[in-house]
């Protein structure tokens, strides 16, 4: 911990300043300046780019008496203290600070990881979902609310939990075959579902989903959701348009063959 102990200061018409009494040996290792360089000399003169609004902070309290604490990133040493100033008697402050570089650094990479994670959840062209224990949804970005047709605040209070889910084959499913219950029955990872979501005006949303358990206190499941609806259409049109041409072929008084020129 680094320590200066300062007389303020304060004659008419000239700005506030503060004079160095005494520091201590933390003092000297982080400004690189010696007891003999600091001690006797003025804040201003030491560090003249120092702004003035700064010195001003930091005497006032001497005047006033009034503690202050803050965090301060320092150009001058390059680093990031915990500075915390008081006043023994009035016209006078201890500085003490702590280095907290290497905390600012730590903080400072998880703002960075998090605004990263944050705009990959946005960006994602798939839907992500993340539930708590009971499959409410606590998270969801907006791929999501575009697949399943409902805004984020419809989906987070439980909308489409109220909608009919089918099987492939055009059958009801029940809850507890859903991805998001399996994975919290078993913890086991569902790698691929395909699911139906009958809507409010009665049109089907085909999905593909993934699931996964999640380690976390309140969140326990990620659910990966993608649209296979053009998809599946298409394979029904196919399958009709087979019927259809198999139908022709069958009822047909005409011989019906295919060849190759």
């Not at 003035?52 to 005497?59: E, F, G, K, N, P």
């Not at 539930?131 to 409902?150: F, G, S, T, Y």
């Amino acid at each position: 911990v680094g320590l200066a102990y300062c007389k303020v200061v304060n004659i008419p018409h000239e700005p506030l300043d503060f004079i160095f009494i005494d520091v201590n040996n933390t003092y000297e290792s982080f400004s690189g300046l010696t007891r003999e360089k600091v001690v006797g000399k003025r804040i201003s003169r030491l560090l003249p780019n120092l702004d003035q609004s700064r010195i001003d902070l930091l005497a006032n309290v001497g005047l006033t008496g009034e503690s202050i604490k803050y965090e301060q990133y320092e150009p001058h040493f390059k680093r990031w203290f915990d500075m915390s100033i008081y006043s023994p008697k009035k016209g006078y402050i201890v500085i003490i600070f702590l280095e907290i570089s290497e905390r600012k650094n730590v903080e400072n990479s998880l703002r960075e990881t998090q605004e990263k994670l944050t705009l990959l959840f946005e960006t994602l062209p798939i839907g992500v979902s993340i539930i708590d224990q009971d499959r409410k949804v606590i998270d969801a970005n907006p791929a999501l609310e575009q697949i399943l047709r409902l805004s984020q605040e419809e989906i987070i209070n439980g909308k489409h939990r109220r909608r009919k889910y089918i099987r492939p084959d055009g059958t009801e499913m029940r809850e507890d075959e859903f991805p998001s219950s399996k994975i919290l029955q078993s913890g086991n990872q569902i790698k691929e579902a395909e699911i139906g979501i009958t809507t409010e005006d009665g049109q089907t949303i085909w999905t593909n989903v993934k699931a996964t358990a999640l380690p976390f206190p309140d969140w326990k499941g990620l659910i990966l959701t993608s649209d296979i609806t053009q998809r599946k259409n298409a394979e029904k049109a196919l399958k009709e348009s087979e019927k259809s041409y198999r139908e022709l072929v069958d009822n047909s008084l005409v011989a019906i063959f295919r060849t190759n020129l």
